[in-house]
Nanobody, 123 residues
Framework: VQLVESGGGLVQAGGSLRLSCAAS????????MGWFRRAPGKEREFVAI????????IYADAVKDRVTSSRVNTKNTMYLQMNSLKPEDTAVYYC?????????????????WGQGTQVTVAS
């Protein structure tokens, strides 16, 4: 089982990035898929969740209206489009998979994790 994030990098404030998360060893169609991030000196926090049943993703208030999370089950991949980036978005971004009912945004409920991709937003 593996989750591999890509697409991170250095961007100026106001810029955009698109993160990808490629899964292998399991089918994401059977899992809730989520994005989390850990900023320097802070705990990991949820960013967005796409439930396995589909529907509107759930977003953290800090990123709502600036990010779009999507999943393509046929490609076993999920994406996070981030726009209007701010310096406070600087963090390592992780994708994760869970089968816990309701897909709670607490990291202990998420079973599989990627290694993360660094996003740095310069002011």
């Amino acid at each position: 089982v593996q989750l591999v994030e890509s697409g991170g990098g250095l961007v100026q404030a106001g810029g955009s990035l698109r993160l990808s998360c490629a899964a292998s060893g399991f089918a994401i169609s059977g899992y809730h898929m989520g994005w989390f991030r850990r900023a320097p000196g802070k705990e990991r926090e949820f960013v967005a969740i796409n439930r396995r049943s589909g529907g509107t993703p759930i977003y953290a208030d800090a990123v709502k209206d600036r990010v779009t999370s999507s999943r393509v089950n046929t490609k076993n991949t999920m994406y996070l489009q981030m726009n209007s980036l701010k310096p406070e978005d600087t963090a390592v971004y992780y994708c994760a998979a869970s089968t816990v009912a309701g897909a709670p945004p607490k990291e202990s409920f998420w079973r599989f994790w990627g290694q993360g991709t660094q996003v740095t937003v310069a002011s």
